[in-house]
T-cell receptor, first 113, second 116 residues
Framework: AQSVTQLGSHVSVSEGALVLLRCNYSSSVPPYLFWYVQYPNQGLQLLLKYTSAATLVKGINGFEAEFKKSETSFHLTKPSAHMSDAAEYFCAVRYTGFQKLVFGTGTRLLVSP | NAGVTQTPKFQVLKTGQSMTLQCAQDMNHNSMYWYRQDPGMGLRLIYYSASEGTTDKGEVPNGYNVSRLNKREFSLRLESAAPSQTSVYFC???????????????FGPGTRLTVL
């Protein structure tokens, strides 16, 4: 079955530290990849999406993600965490031929001072 | 431009009661979606409407019905609410096929539903 896996339901970092949130998809054919962020009591907001123009994708708020076909991964990173980055992050995948998105189970990012 | 709006924001029901969650978008999008979000399970698709006049089941459709009233509005109905339907419900919209494969979904603020 088509799926997307996010390793780690919670990730804790200190302010200023590197953020790394992992996402792996299950397909030999590269799907269409998205990262969304959800702040407390809000809906989901698009952070970035992979469009095949470049393997390194830059998004809002200083986040970026790198598409690695050999690893079937699309990990999200940010060089320096800020307190305002505390939120839940979802990786989502649209597989070729389908209009629907498949979401990962989410990773809650905790940022400590 | 309000994007995707949902009403109500909060609702408490008793087991067996019915209710309709409303969703509207003002982006002229073709496709609309209903998800539920439960802790540790991410977002799961309940129903979607690829275009006006069509609806299809998603991953967890049991206990729900939908109506695509027009291009703007997509409602979700619980005919006989059960405690297992306690969740946060999100509506989303996208350009659909017209937007190509990379078009993203835009989400509403959600409805928090508790079934006692």
């Amino acid at each position: 079955a088509q799926s997307v896996t996010q390793l780690g339901s919670h990730v804790s970092v200190s302010e200023g530290a590197l953020v790394l949130l992992r996402c792996n998809y299950s397909s030999s054919v590269p799907p269409y990849l998205f990262w969304y962020v959800q702040y407390p009591n809000q809906g989901l907001q698009l952070l970035l999406k992979y469009t095949s123009a470049a393997t390194l994708v830059k998004g809002i708020n200083g986040f970026e993600a790198e598409f690695k076909k050999s690893e079937t991964s699309f990990h999200l990173t940010k060089p320096s965490a800020h307190m305002s980055d505390a939120a839940e992050y979802f990786c989502a995948v649209r597989y070729t031929g389908f209009q629907k998105l498949v979401f990962g189970t989410g990773t809650r990012l905790l940022v400590s001072p | 431009n309000a994007g995707v709006t949902q009403t109500p924001k909060f609702q408490v029901l008793k087991t067996g009661q019915s209710m309709t969650l409303q969703c509207a978008q003002d982006m002229n999008h073709n496709s609309m979606y209903w998800y539920r979000q439960d802790p540790g399970m991410g977002l799961r698709l309940i129903y979607y409407s690829a275009s006006e006049g069509t609806t299809d089941k998603g991953e967890v459709p049991n206990g729900y019905n939908v109506s695509r009233l027009n291009k703007r509005e997509f409602s979700l109905r619980l005919e006989s609410a059960a405690p297992s339907q306690t969740s946060v419900y999100f509506c989303a919209s996208s350009k659909g096929e017209e937007g190509g494969s990379y078009n993203e979904q835009f989400f509403g603020p959600g409805t928090r539903l508790t079934v006692l």
